[in-house]
Nanobody, 119 residues
């Protein structure tokens, strides 16, 4: 099982980006999925997560600007980021709690995708 993230890049403040993260491999089901971010020298922080039932939760600084969603048929989670600010600059990591088809449950991380917001 692996997670492949994409969609990062350079954008001006006020702009938008959409991150995607697709899970692949011998997957039976996916429970919670989420996005974290990390600035060099700081701890990785949770940005948003979504349950298998579609309930969502957001870090306070991104509420109203970011939207997390998932496509269960495609085993993919998205993060739509609007009204981006320079302080959103970070490496973004997707994360998922996955039940493999051998019934083993693990947490997985994507490889990280860099988002840079210029002022």
């Amino acid at each position: 099982v692996q997670l492949q993230a994409s969609g990062g890049g350079l954008v001006q403040a006020g702009g938008s980006l959409r991150l995607s993260c697709a899970a692949s491999g011998s997957i039976f089901s996916i429970r919670d999925m989420g996005w974290y971010r990390q600035i060099p020298g700081k701890q990785r922080e949770l940005v948003a997560f979504i349950t298998s039932g579609g309930s969502t939760n957001y870090e306070d600084s991104v509420k109203g600007r970011f939207t997390i969603s998932r496509d269960n048929a495609e085993n993919t989670v998205y993060l739509q980021m609007n009204s981006l600010k320079p302080e959103d600059t970070a490496v973004y990591y997707c994360h998922a709690n996955i039940v493999a088809d051998n019934w083993v449950t693990n947490y997985y991380w994507g490889q990280g995708t860099l988002v840079t917001v210029s002022s």
